[in-house]
């Protein structure tokens, strides 16, 4: 079967537009695609800096202005990998304009925002997807089968974290290229939008939507020189935050995430316990999961370490041979794979956008909560 041509227009050349650039040349290599994507162009404001990007990742144009971006008619796609400020805008335009528009996570700085982008992308009926990739790594695939096989039963218990150690410093300043996401007003809020956004959209994804929070968030650096104007200013960003939470099955939640856990890199895990069956994942074991099921004889029952890596495990037989693992960048070669099946097939691939938004509907209630001291509603 002959493969359309999609033609993809990044903007954004930071590290989210180094991973979304490896899935676009590594998907159709690995997956049986609906269509070829071509990397048309990126955008940058840097004409530079673009330049040795799109040389580097065999983009065939430059844009320094998003806006030129969306009005050409050669792009097919917009993927938004800029900071969190720029999403709502470039996204609404670029549906208006029939773009199909994929959007780095979290969709908006807040629920307002990310309301008006799913509105847009619906009234235009355009495909779009937001990069929660962890939702797309094997080990987590295989907890989603077990519980959806029903092998849990009910599900009492959710626990995640999403633990890094980078801003310790208070020599650290706020703003600018690299540093943004210290700085409110671009990022939105701090680890609250941009780590527990990971861990409660795994969470909903599994075990269904949140009903209401009970969270602290705290900033434990005050104030930090802002790179764009040099000087100090307050810090508007949650270093920490953590939340107790229930969810609509009845199931109870902790979450916590922060920037201050010495030693810490990026440790996202997640454990779930069932009255049949609990699961365990971790980041920085990615290949594998820990299972334990209660049904087992008893004289042998006890947690399995399973190394997913084999050809019946998802995602697995498109890589190499079993028990060859895989690692962080193919979680966002498989969302865009699957993306494309889908719109290939006239589906929508979650999450959508609309899941981008019960995902920032859950972080602003935390950071409602955090500031009421109080229980909130989602
Ligand atoms: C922050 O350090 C960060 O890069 C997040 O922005 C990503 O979404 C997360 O996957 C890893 O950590």
Known sequence: MSKKNLNIGLIGYGFMGRTHSNAFL????????????????????????????????????????????????????????SPNDTHAEIAIAAARAGKMVMCEKPLGRNAAEALAMTEAVEAASVPNMVWYNYRRVPGVVLIKQLLDEGKFGRIFHYRAKFLQDWTISQDLPQGGEGLWRLDVAVAGSGVTGDLLAHNIDTAMWLNGPITEVSAVTETFIKERKH????????????????????????????????????????????????????????????????????????????????????????????????????????TFTHQFADFLQATGEGRSSAPTFRDGLATDRVTDAVLKSAKSRKWETV
């Open 227 to 330: 790179n764009l104007t040099g000087d100090v200013q307050p810090v508007g960003i949650d270093d920490a935050s953590a939340f107790i939470c229930r969810f609509e099955n009845g199931s109870l939640a902790t979450f916590e995430a922060t920037r201050y856990a010495r030693g810490h890199k990026a440790l996202y895990t997640l454990e779930i316990n069932g009255e049949h069956a609990s699961a365990f994942w971790d980041l920085h074991d990615l290949h594998r999961i820990q299972y334990f099921d209660h049904q087992d004889e008893g004289r042998v029952r006890g947690w399995r370490n399973v190394h997913i890596t084999d050809g019946d495990h998802p995602y697995m037989k498109h890589w190499w041979v079993p028990g060859l693992q895989i690692g962080y960048e193919h």
């Open 26 to 81: 590594q998907a159709g290599r690995f997956f049986d695609l609906p269509y070829k994507p071509t990397l048309k162009a990126v955008c940058a404001r840097n004409p530079d800096r673009v330049k040795s990007f799109a040389a580097n990742w065999g983009y065939e144009s430059i844009e320094t202005d998003w806006r030129a971006m969306i009005e050409r008619p050669d792009i097919d796609l917009i993927d938004i990998a």
